[in-house]
């Protein structure tokens, strides 16, 4: 016995379905996961009276249950299984009331499979401008069930339908109206009833029609109903096309009674709007200085949070330092988890101004429109227009870019996509150039405007998009596939966006990054102190004593410098680094880049920090000057030339353009792609290409 | 024989009634999306390179390619 009800909401996309969600829940929701597949599972909690919560749960838009994507094969495996922990004790069905013979096509199906519903018709606003009235009260005789006007956008009507969700808790009314269907499908549906003991017609109907797609039935049963579908020479595309057709004509029956139309059509602002955005000219330039704007200010509005993070993190972990007794344990709490947890929250910023421009753009209807300018260009390139939504958030970090890419419907192009975003540009990144490039670029404008050093920057960027095309190119030769993929989409009508569904989105965003990425960034961030702080043996020991006799007349400030240096250099990490230094040394590093390198596998933000640790700058770690001064003056031992040479900083600034350094990526590639394959292809793929360009350019350069 | 006349041959701006399609796999798609035999559809847009297009069909608005719009048979 469940201790909460469940009230699902369902519908169409772009039903104002996340509005209502909202709505009902306001902060009371939480995120996670369906058993079995990645796609998130929203649920909250909405209080109907004063003693009853019910649990809300947010299922995936769709136009029917049949599902096209896997974000909608979920409401199919929740619907159609009563045992499923999920399975709603009520459906609330949101209806776009503009459009709402569409929209009942799946209020209809929701409704055969036996789950009481609730109607909200949504939108009404908009249907009154083109023209739409709707008699609710009148729809609601007619099919038995409660009907609610809502406005979620505004939160009209909220209070109307809690009641509502209460009252029909207690009643549960549904509404069967399956259509008729031919003596073959009856036979069919007696079959299954007696076997499976569904009496529900059209869920039965369904077991015969998508027992592929039940993942819940499991294989033997599976099994068994392919044979009965086999033995009837039951046509589930026919049944599913009859259906729709018959469902239809039943819905405008029932609408001509309810819904009064004057027809006037007038070219809406959307159309007007459609014009100039999808204009051969003015469609793509406008894209693009959106696209610049969003960078732009990404990264010059995010730099003093950014920095006000950096030094708060300081600031804490000075206190602690200075509180605390100097042990291993404060040591291991302060260099190694604190800064561990500053690297994962120095990036919030900027993923959160990158989201918000990403949702402002998505609420507002553009993107769909971005989908319809790149589409036939990014095709060459193995994908579809749907894979302009990955590739730009990728820019601020690859995780939800390649979870963002479950809504490209076919399996090749969606792979592509997941394979190509990690190649662009992240924000992990960012520091690692920011610092690489103030090395070895002049700070100095050409052609009188542009700044060299954020000519640099962009030139890495686009590196990495270009580099994405082209490893696309190549695999859509590569794989092969004979899915037949559908590119067709709703185009949404243009609407001011929701600030607090922008809000909602870049909370969410952020709480998944910092949870998510923060986890990995934190444990390697422990493991990392660990393998820096200990050594083989005493060998350690011995060389900090070593130091100390050497330099006598040193300050102390330079003799802990100095003596944190040789720590590190024989410390495990410091071995690690020599020992695979013959390996890196063709791209022109030494076995201290080594160390940062082996440590920013796991993620690439831990470079610096690691490269600061390595070149002993101790207290002044937070300080970018002294780490720029620092590298600048760092010589390497055997050739008497800077380490940080202009060939070795750009070989390592395109190595980190391309290596996958990132094991939250893979591990999200792993529970993507539902296996190893693909990730460690990618990591292969990847680290050639890295180690590969990194060689040739410090080659040519030096 | 005369070659059916589809979506795809409608200039920007034309209308049409939907007669049949000529795609199993893909009128299950459109018949979802409210695409139904003897609906009128209407050519919104051409994106900048060809493809994809724009249609209005029952009062809303879908972006679809081309060759999928050619699955759509017109009277």
């Given at each position: 016995m469940k201790n909460k009800q469940v009230v699902a909401l369902l519908g169409?996309?772009?039903?104002?379905k996340s509005s209502l969600f909202n709505q009902l829940t306001g902060l009371r929701q939480k995120i996670g996961n369906f058993p079995g597949v990645t796609v998130d599972k929203k649920v909250g909690f909405c209080r109907l009276s004063g003693s009853m919560d019910v649990e809300i749960l947010d299922l995936p838009g769709t136009y029917?249950?049949?599902?096209?994507s896997l974000d909608e094969q979920v409401v199919l495996e929740v619907l159609a299984n009563?045992?499923?922990?999920?399975?709603?004790?009520l459906a609330v069905v949101v209806a776009d009331a503009s459009n709402l013979k569409r929209n009942m096509l799946l209020f209809e199906q929701i409704s055969d499979l036996g789950v009481p519903a609730i109607l909200a018709l949504n939108m009404l606003d908009v249907a009154e401008e083109s023209g739409i009235s709707i008699n609710s009260g009148k729809l609601s005789k007619i099919l038995g069930i409660p009907v609610v006007e809502l406005n979620a956008r505004e939160g009209i009507g909220i209070e109307g339908l809690k009641h509502t969700i209460f009252n029909q808790l207690q009643h549960k009314k549904t509404h069967i109206n399956p259509p008729s269907f031919d003596k073959k499908t009856e036979t069919v549906f007696e079959e299954v009833k007696s076997k499976?003991?569904?009496?529900?017609k059209y869920l039965a109907l369904q077991y015969a029609a998508q027992a592929q797609k039940l993942?819940?039935?499991g294989e033997n049963q599976q099994k068994d109903l392919e044979e009965i579908v086999k033995k009837h020479n039951f046509n589930a595309d026919k049944f599913q096309s009859s259906e729709t057709i018959e469902r239809y004509r039943d819905i405008s029956g029932t609408l001509e009674e309810v819904v009064i139309e004057e027809g006037v059509k007038k070219e809406t602002i959307t159309e007007k709007i459609d014009h100039i955005l999808l204009h051969k000219i003015w469609g793509y330039v406008i894209f693009l200085g959106i696209l610049f704007l969003i960078f732009q200010s990404v990264f010059t509005i995010a730099e003093a949070p950014m920095d006000l993070i950096d030094q708060g993190v300081a600031m804490v972990n000075d206190f602690l330092k200075s509180n605390l007794p100097d042990n291993q344990l404060v040591s291991l709490l302060t260099d190694g988890l604190v800064a561990g947890i500053g690297g994962v929250l120095i990036f919030i910023p900027q993923i959160a101004f990158l989201f918000a421009f990403i949702s402002i753009l998505e609420e507002s209807g553009y993107m769909a429109r971005v989908v319809v300018l790149m589409d036939k260009l990014i095709?060459?390139?193995?994908?579809?227009?749907?894979s302009v939504v990955p590739l730009i958030s990728s820019m601020a970090c690859a995780v939800p870019a390649i979870m963002s890419?479950?809504?490209?419907?076919s399996w090749k192009d969606r792979l592509i996509t997941i394979m190509v975003t990690p190649l662009m540009s992240c924000s992990a990144r960012l520091p690692i150039y920011t610092i690489l490039i103030a090395l070895v670029v002049p700070n100095t404008k050409a052609l009188g405007f542009f700044n060299m050093q954020g000519v640099a920057l962009m030139g890495l960027y686009l590196l990495g998009f270009f580099s994405a095309l082209l490893a696309g190119w190549l695999m859509k030769f590569m794989l092969k596939s004979n899915e037949r993929s559908y590119f067709i989409m709703e185009l949404p009508t243009y609407k001011k966006p929701r600030w607090k569904q922008v809000g909602f989105t870049i909370l969410e965003k952020v709480k998944t990054f910092v949870f998510e990425a923060g986890k990995v960034i934190v444990a390697i961030s422990i493991v990392l102190w660990v393998l820096a702080s200990y050594g083989p043996s005493d060998k350690i020991e011995q060389a900090e004593k070593a130091v100390i006799a050497q330099n006598p007349t040193l300050e102390q400030s330079q003799l802990d410098s100095k003596i944190a240096s040789v720590r590190l250099e024989n410390s495990y990490a410091g071995h690690f680094g020599k020992f695979i230094e013959p390996a890196i040394r063709p791209l022109g590093y030494d076995w201290k880049i080594g160390i940062a390198l082996i440590t920013s596998f796991?993620?690439?933000?831990?470079f610096v920090g690691t490269v600061s640790t390595i070149y002993s700058i101790?207290?002044?770690?937070?300080n970018e000057t002294t780490i720029k001064e620092r590298l600048r003056n760092e010589?390497?031992?055997?050739?008497?030339?800077?380490?940080?040479?202009v060939a070795t900083s750009f070989s390592l600034l395109i190595f980190y353009v391309f290596a996958m350094m990132c094991m939250s990526t893979l591990a999200v590639v792993y529970r993507e792609t539902k296996g190893w394959k693909w990730p460690i292809i990618q990591l292969v793929y990847m680290s050639v290409l890295a180690y590969v360009s990194a060689f040739a350019i410090y080659q040519f350069l030096s | 024989m005369q070659a059916e006349k589809t979506?795809?041959?409608?200039?920007?701006?034309e209308k049409g009634i939907i007669n049949h399609f000529k795609d199993d796999a893909m009128s299950l798609k459109l018949l979802e999306m409210?695409?139904?035999?003897d609906t009128e559809i209407s050519l919104d847009f051409i994106a900048p390179?060809?493809?994809?297009v724009g249609i209005t069909v029952a009062g809303y608005h879908l972006s679809l390619r081309k060759r999928e719009a050619a699955t759509i048979v017109i009277k």
């Amino acid at each position: 016995m469940k201790n909460k009800q469940v009230v699902a909401l369902l519908g169409n996309p772009n039903s104002g379905k996340s509005s209502l969600f909202n709505q009902l829940t306001g902060l009371r929701q939480k995120i996670g996961n369906f058993p079995g597949v990645t796609v998130d599972k929203k649920v909250g909690f909405c209080r109907l009276s004063g003693s009853m919560d019910v649990e809300i749960l947010d299922l995936p838009g769709t136009y029917s249950i049949y599902p096209n994507s896997l974000d909608e094969q979920v409401v199919l495996e929740v619907l159609a299984n009563p045992k499923n922990p999920d399975y709603p004790d009520l459906a609330v069905v949101v209806a776009d009331a503009s459009n709402l013979k569409r929209n009942m096509l799946l209020f209809e199906q929701i409704s055969d499979l036996g789950v009481p519903a609730i109607l909200a018709l949504n939108m009404l606003d908009v249907a009154e401008e083109s023209g739409i009235s709707i008699n609710s009260g009148k729809l609601s005789k007619i099919l038995g069930i409660p009907v609610v006007e809502l406005n979620a956008r505004e939160g009209i009507g909220i209070e109307g339908l809690k009641h509502t969700i209460f009252n029909q808790l207690q009643h549960k009314k549904t509404h069967i109206n399956p259509p008729s269907f031919d003596k073959k499908t009856e036979t069919v549906f007696e079959e299954v009833k007696s076997k499976f003991g569904v009496e529900n017609k059209y869920l039965a109907l369904q077991y015969a029609a998508q027992a592929q797609k039940l993942m819940f039935l499991g294989e033997n049963q599976q099994k068994d109903l392919e044979e009965i579908v086999k033995k009837h020479n039951f046509n589930a595309d026919k049944f599913q096309s009859s259906e729709t057709i018959e469902r239809y004509r039943d819905i405008s029956g029932t609408l001509e009674e309810v819904v009064i139309e004057e027809g006037v059509k007038k070219e809406t602002i959307t159309e007007k709007i459609d014009h100039i955005l999808l204009h051969k000219i003015w469609g793509y330039v406008i894209f693009l200085g959106i696209l610049f704007l969003i960078f732009q200010s990404v990264f010059t509005i995010a730099e003093a949070p950014m920095d006000l993070i950096d030094q708060g993190v300081a600031m804490v972990n000075d206190f602690l330092k200075s509180n605390l007794p100097d042990n291993q344990l404060v040591s291991l709490l302060t260099d190694g988890l604190v800064a561990g947890i500053g690297g994962v929250l120095i990036f919030i910023p900027q993923i959160a101004f990158l989201f918000a421009f990403i949702s402002i753009l998505e609420e507002s209807g553009y993107m769909a429109r971005v989908v319809v300018l790149m589409d036939k260009l990014i095709r060459r390139f193995g994908m579809s227009g749907k894979s302009v939504v990955p590739l730009i958030s990728s820019m601020a970090c690859a995780v939800p870019a390649i979870m963002s890419a479950r809504t490209i419907g076919s399996w090749k192009d969606r792979l592509i996509t997941i394979m190509v975003t990690p190649l662009m540009s992240c924000s992990a990144r960012l520091p690692i150039y920011t610092i690489l490039i103030a090395l070895v670029v002049p700070n100095t404008k050409a052609l009188g405007f542009f700044n060299m050093q954020g000519v640099a920057l962009m030139g890495l960027y686009l590196l990495g998009f270009f580099s994405a095309l082209l490893a696309g190119w190549l695999m859509k030769f590569m794989l092969k596939s004979n899915e037949r993929s559908y590119f067709i989409m709703e185009l949404p009508t243009y609407k001011k966006p929701r600030w607090k569904q922008v809000g909602f989105t870049i909370l969410e965003k952020v709480k998944t990054f910092v949870f998510e990425a923060g986890k990995v960034i934190v444990a390697i961030s422990i493991v990392l102190w660990v393998l820096a702080s200990y050594g083989p043996s005493d060998k350690i020991e011995q060389a900090e004593k070593a130091v100390i006799a050497q330099n006598p007349t040193l300050e102390q400030s330079q003799l802990d410098s100095k003596i944190a240096s040789v720590r590190l250099e024989n410390s495990y990490a410091g071995h690690f680094g020599k020992f695979i230094e013959p390996a890196i040394r063709p791209l022109g590093y030494d076995w201290k880049i080594g160390i940062a390198l082996i440590t920013s596998f796991a993620a690439r933000e831990v470079f610096v920090g690691t490269v600061s640790t390595i070149y002993s700058i101790g207290a002044d770690a937070e300080n970018e000057t002294t780490i720029k001064e620092r590298l600048r003056n760092e010589v390497n031992a055997e050739t008497g030339q800077p380490t940080f040479s202009v060939a070795t900083s750009f070989s390592l600034l395109i190595f980190y353009v391309f290596a996958m350094m990132c094991m939250s990526t893979l591990a999200v590639v792993y529970r993507e792609t539902k296996g190893w394959k693909w990730p460690i292809i990618q990591l292969v793929y990847m680290s050639v290409l890295a180690y590969v360009s990194a060689f040739a350019i410090y080659q040519f350069l030096s | 024989m005369q070659a059916e006349k589809t979506v795809a041959d409608l200039k920007v701006g034309e209308k049409g009634i939907i007669n049949h399609f000529k795609d199993d796999a893909m009128s299950l798609k459109l018949l979802e999306m409210g695409c139904l035999p003897d609906t009128e559809i209407s050519l919104d847009f051409i994106a900048p390179l060809g493809c994809p297009v724009g249609i209005t069909v029952a009062g809303y608005h879908l972006s679809l390619r081309k060759r999928e719009a050619a699955t759509i048979v017109i009277k």
